[in-house]
C-alpha cells in the first residue's frame, strides 16, 4: 500500500523518483535502474515482446538492447510528462505518463522519438517507491 | 476562489489536472476534455482566431479541427512544461506555461511543433479546476 | 541553508522558480534573470568556456552571446525536466536536470537542441531561492 500520505506528496515523490531512475538509465547505471524494480519486476520497453522478469533479467535484458549502440555511440535521455496517478485496489498506484527519448549522436541533429505512453505500477517497499511493472506503448496510428 | 490550499497543493493539482485533460484531449475524448472547461469557457488554439466558447462550442470546434486529420492519420501528443501560476483579483488564477505538440506519422520521423506559450485562467468550481479560458500563442519572430 | 520545509514543498518551489526564471531570460529580460542569481552567482552556459560571474557579469555574457542572433532572429524556449535535487553540506542544494532549447525561427522548422544535464547550486537569500551556480553540460559522445 502507497500509505496515507497526501497526493501532493506522492505526486512529487513519483516525479523525483523518476528523475533519479531515468538519470541511472541515461548514465548506464543498469544495475542501480534495476534495483528501482521490485525484486519480481516487470519491464516491457518494446511492445510485442514479453517483458523482461526480475532484476537480474532486467539488467540482462538492457545489456542486451544496448549492444545496438556499441557500433553508433550516442548519448540517450528519457523525458517524461503529462502524469497521472490512479489508485488501484490493495494500495498500489497506477502512474500513466508520456515519454520521450532524446538522443544525440556525433556531428549530427537531436532526434526525438518515439513518443511514447507508459503504464507502470508503482508498490512502496520498506518506505521506497518502486516499479513492480512498466509497460511502454510506442505512439503509432492505429 | 481557488481556496485556501498551500502553493506547493495548488502546483501539483494544476500538473495533475492537465495531465488529465490532456490525455483526454489526445485520446480523442472531447467532450471529456471540453467538460474541463467551465459551462462559458472560452478556448483559443490558435492565434487570430475567435474563440470556441461554452462546452459544447469547444467539442464542436474540436471535431471541426480534427477534421484535417481524416486523411492524414496521427497520434498527437501535448506536453505543457515550465508552469508560473499567478493569483488574480476574485481568486482566480493566471497559469503561463510551454507548450509543444508531439506528432507522430506512420512511416514518418516525429515532429515536435509548434513551440507555444499558453495563457489559461483557472477556476474552482464544487471543489474542481476548470479552465475559464485558453489561449494559446504560438512561437513566430515579432 | 535552504530551510526547514518539506521536499515536496522544495520540490515545487524548485519546479515554480525555474519557470519564472526562464519564461524571463526566454522574454529577454535579462537583468531580471541575473537577478535570480545571487550577486556573485556563476553561470556556465557553454562547457569549456570560464564561467560569467556576478549579475552584472551574466548580464553582460548574455548580451553578448545573444549578438548571434541578431541577423538571425529566433524565439528560444529553455525546457527543463527530470529534476533531482540533493541536499549539500551547509544547507545549499544541488539540482540536477535535463535541458532542452525550443528554437523557432520564421518559415523552418522547430529545432531542438541541444539537449543537456545542468547542475545548479540553489541557495535561500531572504527567503527566496536563488542560482548560486549553474553549469550547463552539452550531451556529446565521450
New interface residues.
Partial sequence: MIGTE????L???V??F???Q??LLDGGAFEEYAATFTEDGEFTHTPQQPPARTRAGIVAELNRFHQRFADD???R?????????DPLEGGDIAA???A?V?T???GR???????C?VHDVLVRENGALLTRSRKVDH????
Same sequence: chains 1, 2, 3.
Avoid at 497526501?6 to 506528496?9: A, E, G, M, Q, R
Avoid at 541533429?109 to 513518443?115: F, G, M, R
Wanted: hydrophobic share 40%; no cysteine.
Fill in positions: 497526501s497526493l501532493t506528496d505526486y512529487v515523490e516525479q523525483h523518476y528523475a533519479r531515468m538519470h555511440p550516442v548519448v535521455r528519457h523525458w517524461f510528462n503529462m502524469l497521472k496517478l500513466t505518463y508520456y520521450l532524446v544525440t549522436r556525433p541533429n537531436v532526434t526525438i522519438a518515439p513518443s505512453v505512439d503509432q496510428v492505429p
